[in-house]
T-cell receptor
């Protein structure tokens, strides 16, 4: 089944404890993105990647890192999480500029 | 840069009534337009999209949206809603032909009442 998977789905952590949210797609898509969803703000892009080893900042990149060492994986790294990073995070992928974007199921992160 | 405004954060409507969810965008370049739907506790799913050609686009479940370039709008409509249409709806825009990803509106919660 074609899909985008994220792990974990739920995570509660404490301020300053490094964490990684994994994202993987099995559709051979070139483009991958990370978004955060907050009430009243919709989805805001954190980082995106156009291909392996090619990443760029989205609208709200502060406090986040990403890497794209393999085409299928695009992990989101929070080196020192803070409470304002409590949010619902979505990974997405698409084949090219012209194609539909597929979303993962979301990761709900709480930073205490 | 582009931006998207969804004018209504909450839209309650009775079952079988018509509904319109409003979306306006701004962009200095030509754009692709999308509507996504998010059911409770789920990820986003593409509902319909405008890339080029006919300005009226339709989804398989009875929704339609019309691209109006002069008014920079892409309103979503359905002539008769069902309880199962209760969800949050997001309008999104991307520059046409660009690698830049989607810019989303803040979302409209559609609640269909019995």
């Amino acid at each position: 089944e074609a899909q985008v998977t994220q792990n974990p789905r739920y995570l509660i952590t404490v301020t300053g404890k490094k964490l990684t949210v994994t994202c993987s797609q099995n559709m051979n898509h070139e483009y991958m993105s990370w978004y955060r969803q907050d009430p009243g703000l919709g989805l805001r892009q954190i980082y995106y990647s156009m291909n392996v080893e090619v990443t760029d900042k989205g609208d709200v990149p502060e406090g986040y890192k990403v890497s794209r060492k393999e085409k299928r994986n695009f992990p989101l790294i929070l080196e020192s999480p803070s409470p304002n990073q409590t949010s619902l995070y979505f990974c997405a992928s698409k084949l090219s500029s012209y194609n539909e974007q597929f979303f993962g199921p979301g990761t709900r992160l709480t930073v205490l | 840069a582009q931006s998207v405004t969804q004018l209504d954060s909450q839209v309650p409507v009775f079952e079988e009534a018509p509904v319109e969810l409003r979306c306006n965008y701004s962009s200095s370049v030509s754009v692709y337009l999308f509507w996504y739907v998010q059911y409770p506790n789920q990820g986003l799913q593409l509902l319909l999209k405008y890339l080029s050609g006919s300005t009226l686009v339709e989804s398989i479940n009875g929704f339609e949206a019309e691209f109006n370039k002069s008014q920079t709008s892409f309103h979503l409509r359905k002539p008769s809603v069902h309880i199962s249409d209760t969800a949050e709806y997001f309008c999104a825009v991307s520059p046409s032909g660009s690698a830049r990803q989607l810019t989303f509106g803040s979302g409209t919660q559609l609640t269909v009442l019995p």
